[in-house]
Structure formats: C-alpha cells, structure tokens
C-alpha cells in the first residue's frame, strides 16, 4: 500500500513571496490534515477535511494561507504572502473515514525556509 | 490548552535499558496515541489507547493510561539503537471528530 506523497520535500523561499505544497493520500482515506511543526515543536493542526468539505479550519491563518481538497482526494496548501515565522515543516495525514478514535498517516513531510 | 505534556523533554539511555516516557494532559480524553518521528522524517503511528482502558501492548511497547491522574507513560522495552527518534503523544477530544491535538515530544536518544 502506497504511504502519503508530499511535493516538493524542501523549499527554500524570501518573505512576502508565495508558496504551494501538495499531498496525496492514502487511497481510500476520506479524511487529510495538514499540520505545521515548528522545530522543537509538536505538529499543529491547521486544516481538517472530510472528502472535499472543510472540518477544521480553526488554527489556519486565513489572511495568508489557504487549502483545497477539490475532488476529494489530494490537496494543496498555500501561503501568500510568507512570512519569516512560517519556516517549519508542513505534514500532510490521512486517516480512514470510519470511526473515532482513527490512526493517521503521515507523508515525509515539506521543509520550508522563508528568508 | 488541552495539549499533551510530555516529560521528560529529552532522554539518554544505553542500548539494552528500558525507556519510559510520560505524557500528562488537562482535559478528559476519548483516546491518546503515542507517535514516534524520526530526524527529518514524517510520523509513524506506534500505539493507541482508548480512555477506558488502562494498559495495552504492541511488541516492545507498553502504554498505560490513568485517567484520574490524566497521565499516560510508555515504555520501550531492550531499547535499540534505531528507537533513537523523537516522541509524541497526541490526544483526542470527544465531539472534536478525529483531531488530535501533539504535545512537544521527548527525544530519546539510545547509545550503542
């Protein structure tokens, strides 16, 4: 079974320039997240979808970045503009839409540097 | 916050020894699972517990749970060399659908 893929694995970017990562899940996983890990930090949450709905979008900072999962399946995550704070790695996961509590699915994650 | 605190922030150990990771948290819970990172590397899922029960085995791992204490630890029996990576505990609220919420994780490192 293939894991989650994530593009590209490393970006390296000046602020106020913009930014696309994407993710493909897990086949068959209706739910993907994307989290931010700032270094020394655990993943934060920042967008919950459930096929092509939003679930969670509380800790996503709207005025810069943005996520879209259009045919339910793989998404993309943007920011515009970036920002130095925003240097972290972004993880895609992917869970099995049957059940709580569910195991999600980590891609290798992007690393992205804002300078 | 309702994240999970890990303790202790970093731990050395020597090939062979055991290691015993804790993870304490604030708010009630519906299960907590124990994620292992390694350097550079994406989350691999290591053990679940649901909030009703208080000890589970996978392999060399054990986890248990206290509930009243709102605490969990887990143990990594005849550590190895590659158990060196970074350790998570994520917790799941419910009515929070299937969000986890990570606490900042313990590095272990095991010396050869």
């Known amino acids: 079974e293939a894991g989650v893929a994530q593009s590209p694995r490393y970006k390296i970017i000046e602020k106020r320039q913009s930014v696309a990562f994407w993710c493909n899940p897990i086949?068959?996983?209706?739910?993907l997240y994307w989290y931010q890990q700032i270094l020394g930090q655990g993943p934060k949450l920042l967008i919950q979808?459930?096929?092509?709905?939003?679930?969670?979008d509380s800790q996503l900072p709207k005025d810069r970045f943005s996520a879209e999962r259009l045919k339910g399946v793989d998404s993309t995550l943007k920011i515009q503009p970036a920002k130095l704070e925003d240097s972290a790695v972004y993880l895609c996961?992917?869970?099995?839409?049957?059940?709580?509590?569910?195991?999600?699915?980590f891609g290798p994650g992007t690393r992205l540097l804002v300078l | 916050s309702q994240q999970g605190e890990e303790d202790p922030q970093a731990l050395s150990i020597q090939e062979g020894e055991n290691a015993t990771m804790n993870c304490s948290y604030k708010t009630s819970i519906n299960n907590l699972q124990w994620y292992r990172q390694n350097s550079g590397r994406g989350l691999v899922h290591l053990i679940l517990i649901r909030s009703n029960e208080r000890e589970k085995h996978s392999g060399r791992l054990r986890v248990t749970l206290d509930t009243s204490k709102k605490s969990s630890s887990l143990l990594i029996t005849a550590s190895r060399a590659a158990d060196t990576a970074s350790y998570f505990c994520a917790t799941g609220y419910t009515g929070a659908n299937s969000k986890l919420t990570f606490g900042k994780g313990i590095t272990l490192s095991v010396r050869p």
């Open positions: 979808f459930q096929n092509n709905g939003v679930v969670d």
């Open positions: 086949s068959g996983h209706a739910t």
């Open positions: 996961a992917s869970s099995l839409d049957v059940g709580i509590p569910r195991t999600q699915y």
